[in-house]
């Protein structure tokens, strides 16, 4: 398996980010009628802060596919957490269905590469979580490493057998 992918089995649970941010049952249930959805991170005790590509990369995904459902799990206003490098942080992307992770990886590659243009010589690092909901399981899968191998990487794997 490529070293920049780590896979695992988890058990998501976002009680502790809905208590603290006292988050209403509306917003809870984008997480079962949302085909991707933005999901915040947490830093610190009760700090949660969404990736800088965040918004872009949503407004960009509803541009080039309106037939799917894109939002962010947040009540209003989102914090951001900003870093100040040409490297990509890609929010964390909870995927309703495994069916359309291919779908996500494709979107999150074709971002990347409109991102890099102009600046194609540059090294650029990419940081993407996706979180997975399969039938009765749920997966972790991150990729942490450079943006020009991005979409060969997960095009070695078989992402049914994960």
Known sequence: MNSNITIKDI????SK?????GISCDTQSKLNNTDILAVPTAYGDHEFYFAQETIDF???CRGKSPEHSFGVLAEDDI???????????????WVASSVL???IINMVSSYIYNK?????REDVNVDVTFLVKRENEEK???????AKTFKESFEKMDLNKM
């Open 11 to 14: 058990n998501i649970d976002f």
């Open 140 to 146: 972790y899968i991150h990729y942490s490493g450079d």
């Open 116 to 120: 890099m243009k102009g600046r194609e």
């Open 58 to 60: 949503l407004k960009y």
């Open 79 to 93: 914090q951001i957490r900003s870093l100040h490098s040409f490297d990509i942080w890609m929010p964390v992307i």
């Open 17 to 21: 980010y809905f208590t603290s941010k």
């Open 101 to 103: 992770l291919p779908f």
